[in-house]
Each structure stands twice: as structure tokens, then as C-alpha cells.
């Protein structure tokens, strides 16, 4: 897979998130609601990318860095907008992706990776607790819903840089 870095307004990234957000309203009923804006993932504060297979975009996601607050600590990032399409889900891409937002953090002195998703995508959690992700309390728009769970990884150089 091919991996590209590209704005949130590109056309492959509007056609892929609007695939994940038909993905929601088919799982949940609506789409995600949570404010995204385009400048928050664009570098050095955010980055999106875009997996393409034989030219064809396949795969998407990114990261948005948060300021300290209530909900996110000093040196936190949120992954937003994973998704694969149905069509090559299985051959492991999603990790691909992943492993790279996370390098990509790290690179970026972010110290954690935060995220939301829903228990009706056990395979996007089996993916994050299998990739080192641990359960943390619930945070953003969805807080409130019982079908929100929220996950977190310590980036390796934060936890290096912890010791």
C-alpha cells in the first residue's frame, strides 16, 4: 500500500470520509457529528493519510493534537477517521495505517494516542487493543453513550523519556 499525505479537503480523503461516515449511519444509526476541521490536521498539529492500492485510494486516517485540558493531557493526539473499504478489509492495512499515524506522532514530539470509537466495531477495537491501546474513560461528543469506548497508547519516546 501506498501511503500519501493529503489534506482533509482532498477529494480521495471527502470520498473515503464519506464512506465512514455511510459506515456510521449504517452501524449507529447517524453519521459522527464531532467537529473536524480542515487546519487541524495539517502539520506540525495534525497530519491525514491516505492509503491507495494499484491507484485506487483504500484506506484513510489521521491525527489531531489537543492542547491540555479536561480531557486530553500535555502531548496528547486523537486519531480520527480510520477506515478501510469493505473491499480489501482483512489483509491487515489497517495496521499498516495505524503503525504509521503513530510514527508520525512520535516524530511530531506527540506523547499519547487517544481515541474514540463504538462497540459496534469490535474489529476496530480488537485492532487498537491488540496494538497496545488500553481502555480510558470516555471523552468528546460521544462521553455520554454507552456504546462509546475510548483507548490510549503511550508513544514509545514518551515512555522512554518517562523512566
Same mark, same amino acid.
Given at each position: 500500500?501506498?501511503?500519501r499525505?493529503?489534506?482533509l479537503?482532498h ?9 465512514v461516515q ?6 449507529y444509526?447517524?453519521? *459522527? !457529528?464531532?467537529p473536524?476541521?480542515v487546519s487541524?490536521?495539517a502539520?506540525p /498539529? +495534525?497530519?491525514?493519510?491516505v492509503?491507495? $492500492? ?5 484506506a484513510c486516517g489521521?491525527w489531531?493534537a489537543?492542547e491540555p485540558?479536561?480531557?486530553?493531557a500535555?502531548? *496528547? !493526539?486523537?486519531?480520527k477517521r ?5 473491499a480489501v /478489509? +482483512?489483509q491487515g492495512?489497517?495496521?499498516? $495505517? ?8 512520535i516524530?511530531?514530539?506527540r506523547?499519547r ?5 463504538g462497540t459496534?466495531?469490535p ?8 496494538s497496545?491501546y488500553?481502555e480510558?474513560?470516555?471523552?468528546g $461528543?460521544?462521553?455520554?453513550s454507552?456504546r ?5 497508547k503511550?508513544?514509545p519516546?514518551?515512555?522512554a523519556?518517562?523512566?
Amino acid at each position: 500500500m501506498e501511503l500519501r499525505t493529503l489534506a482533509l479537503d482532498h477529494p480521495d480523503v471527502q470520498k473515503l470520509i464519506d464512506e465512514v461516515q455511510q459506515e456510521y449511519v449504517h452501524r449507529y444509526g447517524g453519521k *459522527d !457529528a464531532t467537529p473536524v476541521d480542515v487546519s487541524e490536521f495539517a502539520a506540525p /498539529r +495534525g497530519t491525514f493519510v491516505v492509503g491507495y $492500492l494499484d491507484g485506487v485510494a483504500v484506506a484513510c486516517g489521521g491525527w489531531r493534537a489537543h492542547e491540555p485540558g479536561p480531557e486530553f493531557a500535555a502531548g *496528547d !493526539a486523537e486519531l480520527k477517521r480510520m477506515y478501510v473499504v469493505p473491499a480489501v /478489509r +482483512g489483509q491487515g492495512l489497517s495496521r499498516v $495505517l495505524l503503525a504509521e499515524l503513530e510514527r508520525r506522532a512520535i516524530a511530531a514530539g506527540r506523547r499519547r494516542l487517544v481515541l474514540e470509537t463504538g462497540t459496534r466495531q469490535p474489529e476496530a477495537i480488537a485492532l487498537y487493543l491488540s496494538s497496545g491501546y488500553t481502555e480510558i474513560p470516555r471523552f468528546g $461528543l460521544h462521553r455520554c453513550s454507552p456504546r462509546s469506548r475510548c483507548f490510549a497508547k503511550v508513544l514509545p519516546v514518551a515512555a522512554a523519556v518517562a523512566r
